[in-house]
């Protein structure tokens, strides 16, 4: 994974938002809590409502050629040379690192995704590097954030999110800065949680077992919240933990930098 190099200069006015089709469907509290955060940062937010998928399943089980059909609905809906965010580090680092070599027989639409992959960015990985957003103590939401009680969390970045978007170092730069929020890590905190898209699916014992050993794991710090940025992990991690009654609830991370900012009561 090659450095990212972001950019310099006066801050965009204006960004897409690529919500994914989990945080569509299932937790669609995450795209609105991401829309209110880049919207508090003097940002005018744009979503194309014809936006569906990033093309992972496909992608991720073998199928290409209609991964590249999934990716091709979505490349016009970017015209404008504005940052496109993701709430999900996985759907962003498809979106970054694969959609190019999707089209790599088609000149026209290659170029495209070469454009549009060179403007996406993880959320959180866009709030701390390209609006340096300061959550500190001496940041603009301090106050706000004192006035929510002390919190202890454990942290879960996707391996997709880790490992090809470095977004977990992200993620800990903004939880850290928080006023009152003590993150634990724990001892399974890099391993997979087991969900892997369709990896769930075809192998469910072995992903039974992968997202047991992460609650267990999570469950021994003490701490009772888990906080992600990618939906399939928080959806595979919540409903786990829910059917073995374990004291874990999970929270999407742009929701919890919302809510531990001030949110709508700031």
Not at 182 to 200: A, D, I, K, P, Q
Not at 247 to 261: C, I
Request: glycine share 10%; charged share 25%; with cysteine.
């Amino acid at each position: 994974m090659k450095p990212r190099l972001y950019p310099t200069g006066p801050r965009p006015t204006d960004v897409y938002l690529f919500a994914t089709c989990l945080v569509d469907l299932f937790v669609p509290q995450a795209g609105l809590d991401a829309v209110k955060l880049l919207e508090r940062e003097g940002l005018t937010v744009h979503f194309p409502r014809g936006q569906s998928c990033c093309g992972q399943p496909a992608y991720s089980s073998g199928n290409p050629r209609q991964a590249r059909e999934v990716a091709r609905a979505q490349l016009g809906l970017f015209e404008q040379p504005w940052p496109v965010i993701v709430p999900s580090g996985s759907c962003a680092g498809m979106m970054r690192h694969h959609w190019a070599a999707l089209f790599a027989d088609e000149a026209a639409d290659e170029a495209r995704a070469l454009d549009l992959s060179s403007r996406v960015y993880e959320l959180t990985e866009f709030l701390v590097r390209v609006l340096d957003v300061d959550l500190g103590a001496a940041g603009a939401y301090a106050d706000a954030a004192r006035t929510q009680p002390d919190e202890r969390v454990v942290l879960h970045t996707s391996c997709g999110a880790r490992r090809e978007m470095g977004t977990r170092v992200h993620g800990v730069e903004a939880v850290d800065a928080l006023p009152g929020v003590t993150r634990v890590e724990h001892e399974r905190e890099s391993e997979c949680c087991g969900f892997g898209g369709t990896f769930s699916l075809k192998h469910p014992d072995i992903s039974g077992a992968m997202v047991a050993d992460k609650i267990a794991s999570a469950c021994a710090t003490g701490c009772n919240r888990l906080v992600s940025a990618d939906c399939g992990c928080l959806l595979n991690i919540g409903h786990a933990a829910e059917r073995k009654g374990a004291p874990l609830e999970v929270e999407h991370l742009a929701s919890f930098l919302w809510r531990r900012t001030g949110g709508d009561a700031a």
